[in-house]
């Protein structure tokens, strides 16, 4: 297995130049209320790029372009000694960080509409949908540069072997593939029947990540080294497709729709890596197939 689609390795000391004042502006703009003081945009905003920024003001952009980037070129430069084993480790941290932040945002789910279904006041709570969309947007980088890094450093100390942490192929891969499909045809017949803003619909929505990650997460029938090549290529494609977007939207849309671009990076990712990776997939049967062919001519 080559490393392929990593950054060189200074990279990695450019992004931590762009994450120490990503996290110190975030903390000041936590703490002032979306406000920094002696902060001036007003020529920024005369620029004609920028005709839909109106009242707002760019602090939430810088933050969000400065975390997610740097978390990028953290997480997808070259180590020092990099190798099958250390691409094996990325591909598991990949995988972890999905896991987890899937599971994590499934649970916050179904606790915020049945705290809304059965009226319950959470106080520590102030806006909980914008802040988890806002918190989604770095989250899944930050959970794999954590828990990549860290698996280097056990390597270093015992003979590290990592397994794919993938869910079994049955029942999940079926579940998550019906799930999705019946999901995305009534979200199509709400919005083509104006159902936008009811509850139901809201909670329709929600279910979608939590279908998608059982699609994403689940083994193939036919798992073996070539489809976890391809698994670690695709990730890495969506993630910089994903990002690369979410950088663009994040500039170029505001208000109302920028709510609309935060729902959408809920499953962009997870959209992105299927149609890679069944593409890349099927571009591999056709590699095959010719040699396979060639093996047993028909007599």
């Known amino acids: 297995m080559k490393p392929t689609l990593l ?17 110190i502006m975030g903390l000041i703009f936590q703490h002032k209320n979306n406000h920094f003081p002696y902060y001036d945009d007003s020529l920024v905003k005369s ?11 760019f602090n939430d952009e810088i933050i969000i372009t400065l975390l997610v980037v740097g978390l ?11 190798s099958d084993s250390t691409i094996q480790l990325r591909l598991s941290a990949l995988n972890w960080s999905i896991l987890a932040y899937s599971v994590a945002l499934s649970v916050f789910l179904i606790v915020y509409y049945a705290a809304i279904l059965f009226k319950i006041q959470i106080p520590i709570w102030n806006d909980p949908m914008l802040d988890i969309n806002s918190y989604n947007l ?10 990549f890094y860290y698996m280097v450093a056990i390597r270093k100390n015992k003979d590290l072997v990592q397994g794919d942490l993938l869910l079994p192929f049955r029942p999940f891969k079926l579940i998550g593939k019906i799930t999705t499909t019946l999901l995305l045809i009534l979200i199509s ?3 083509v029947n104006k159902w936008v803003e009811n509850f139901a619909f809201s909670g329709v929505l929600c279910l979608l990540p939590t279908a998608l990650f059982l699609w994403v ?22 993630c910089y497709v994903n990002y690369m977007l979410l950088i663009a939207l994040t500039w170029l849309v505001y208000s109302f729709g920028f709510l609309a671009v935060l729902y959408v990076d809920l499953v962009s990712l997870s959209f992105i890596f299927l149609a890679v990776f069944y593409w890349m997939l099927a571009r591999e049967k056709r590699k095959i197939l010719p040699i396979n062919l060639n093996a047993n001519p028909i007599s």
């Open 217 to 238: 997460a689940s083994k193939q029938k036919d798992s073996n080294k070539t489809t976890q090549v391809v698994r670690l290529k695709a990730m890495q494609i969506a």
């Open 72 to 82: 990028f070129f953290i997480g997808f430069s070259k180590v020092k000694n990099e």
């Open 7 to 23: 950054l060189p390795r200074y990279f990695k000391i450019i992004g931590c130049l762009l994450v120490i004042p990503g996290v």
């Open 138 to 147: 770095f989250m899944p980088l930050l959970v794999f540069t954590m828990r």
């Open 47 to 57: 620029i004609n790029i920028f005709p839909s920024a109106g009242l707002n003001t």
């Open 189 to 191: 017949f709400a919005f």
